[in-house]
Nanobody, 125 residues
Framework: VQLQASGGGLVQAGGSLRLSCAAS??????????MGWFRQAPGKEREFLVG????????EYSASVKGRFTISRDNAKNTVYLQMNSLKPEDTAVYYC?????????????????WGQGTEVTVSS
């Protein structure tokens, strides 16, 4: 049971990146699970960015990324995406995808029980 995040890299301010989070492992499906993206900058706590319910019908965004980031999912591909536009230097961090505990609607890290390994995003000014 694994989540594999990818798509990070170095980008100039104002640019865009698209992160992917793919699930793998025997019988491990993201179907029916709420999914989220977090980030953690050096010396800071892990920050909730966005969540999406099991079928993509409901999303919630933190104020820091609302209007710039978009979460989506493709359950057939067992993958969740994070489109990041208008990137700023303060978006520099390691980005993590995570699977919510079944039935949980919380945004704290403890509400999520399976985590990807993280992908690094660096935004230069």
């Amino acid at each position: 049971v694994q989540l594999q995040a990818s798509g990070g890299g170095l980008v100039q301010a104002g640019g865009s990146l698209r992160l992917s989070c793919a699930a793998s492992g025997r019988t491990f499906s993201l179907y029916l699970y709420r999914m989220g993206w977090f980030r953690q900058a050096p010396g800071k706590e892990r920050e909730f960015l966005v969540g999406v319910d099991w079928n993509g019908g409901r999303t919630e965004y933190s104020a820091s990324v609302k209007g710039r980031f978009t979460i989506s999912r493709d359950n057939a591909k067992n993958t969740v995406y994070l489109q990041m536009n208008s990137l700023k230097p303060e978006d520099t961090a390691v980005y993590y995808c995570a699977r919510s505990r079944l039935g949980s609607v919380g945004s704290g890290p403890n509400s999520f029980d399976v985590w990807g390994q993280g992908t690094e995003v660096t935004v230069s000014s």
